[in-house]
T-cell receptor, first 111, second 111 residues
Framework: DAGITQSPRHKVTETGTPVTLRCHQTENHRYMYWYRQDPGHGLRLIHYSYGVKDTDKGEVSDGYSVSRSKTEDFLLTLESATSSQTSVYFCAISKQNTEAFFGQGTRLTVV | DAKTTQPTSMDCAEGRAANLPCNHS???????VYWYRQIHSQGPQYIIHGLKNNETNEMASLIITEDRKSSTLILPHATLRDTAVYYC????????????FGGGTRLMVKP
């Protein structure tokens, strides 16, 4: 899967708790992305990064923060998880102007 | 980024060619056409992309009209494993390089 690993693959957490999802790549790609996918909405961009410490918001960034302290890791944090953040989260990586590769996803359930 | 329009669903007989259309009438000169597919709940899989010339790889062919306002993805000999949701995406070369997903076409390959 193009050297991209998401962890954990499954998580159940309680409302109000902080949650961090990790995306790790071994490809040294510049761009990294976090998407969420919900029934009826397709994939929507949460945040993306275009380099170490360089991040920007996507379409559905409220309630999420990200960090990229080194090229290979892009972390997505839910500071205080809510039931509306129950979703499948996908990380993707790409170089400039080339195809993006996606991870296998993290299924998060907030109860 | 330009928006795309795809049929919601299509059927194809196993062994026959699957032709998936996509309209992108507002595409601009530096935007590429990308195709991805998503099988069941896996991460999206890159298929092919192009700017204005037709492209072919081991998975599929991409035919882009001369005015670039539409394209067709061709799976030459569809198999049951090609059953998936196929996304046509127009991607700009600006900072971020993000992919904006629409609803896609649900292709059902039938025996």
């Amino acid at each position: 899967d193009a050297g991209i690993t998401q962890s954990p693959r499954h998580k159940v957490t309680e409302t109000g708790t902080p949650v961090t999802l990790r995306c790790h790549q071994t490809e040294n790609h510049r761009y990294m992305y976090w998407y969420r996918q919900d029934p009826g909405h397709g994939l929507r961009l949460i945040h993306y990064s275009y380099g170490v410490k360089d991040t920007d918001k996507g379409e559905v960034s409220d309630g999420y923060s990200v960090s990229r302290s080194k090229t290979e890791d892009f972390l997505l944090t839910l500071e205080s998880a809510t039931s509306s953040q129950t979703s499948v989260y996908f990380c993707a990586i790409s170089k400039q102007n080339t195809e993006a590769f996606f991870g296998q996803g993290t299924r998060l359930t907030v109860v | 980024d330009a928006k795309t329009t795809q049929p919601t669903s299509m059927d194809c007989a196993e062994g026959r060619a699957a032709n998936l259309p996509c309209n992108h009438s507002t595409i601009s000169g530096n935007e590429y056409v990308y195709w991805y597919r998503q099988i069941h709940s896996q991460g999206p899989q890159y298929i092919i992309h192009g700017l204005k010339n037709n492209e072919t790889n081991e998975m599929a062919s991409l035919i882009i009209t001369e005015d670039r306002k539409s394209s067709t993805l061709i799976l030459p000999h569809a198999t049951l494993r090609d059953t998936a949701v196929y996304y046509c995406i127009v991607r700009s070369n600006n900072a971020g390089n993000m992919l904006t997903f629409g609803g896609g076409t649900r292709l059902m390959v039938k025996p």
